[in-house]
């Protein structure tokens, strides 16, 4: 299995923007993602797990797929996007 990492930004109404949040390592099963469109997929699947599991709060997040060296340099940009998080309640 390979690691990727999700770099996450929060958007904050009073600056108007992203502002750094979390670092994300995600274990990627086989076969991987191959083109963009199905990593921005991957990485939305993830996201929802991720912030589910540790109740972050509803709104917009920015998010890049990357692959890192060991040291924590960026090696290859896989995809990035914007995603919205809403916590989902029952009825």
């Not at 996450?8 to 076969?31: I, S, Y």
């Not at 509803?58 to 998010?63: C, L, T």
Request: net charge negative; aromatic share 14%.
């Amino acid at each position: 299995m390979e690691t990727v990492w999700l770099d996450v930004q929060m958007w904050t109404g009073l600056r108007g923007n992203f502002h750094p949040f979390k670092d994300v390592a995600c274990e990627v099963g086989d076969p991987a993602p191959s083109i963009a469109g199905e990593w921005q997929q991957w990485a939305d699947s993830y996201l929802s797990a991720v912030a589910q599991q540790e109740a972050w709060q509803p709104g917009r997040y920015a998010y890049s797929a990357e692959r890192r060296d060991d040291d924590g340099h960026i090696l290859e940009v896989l995809t990035r996007g914007q995603w919205e998080w809403t916590t989902r309640r029952p009825v």
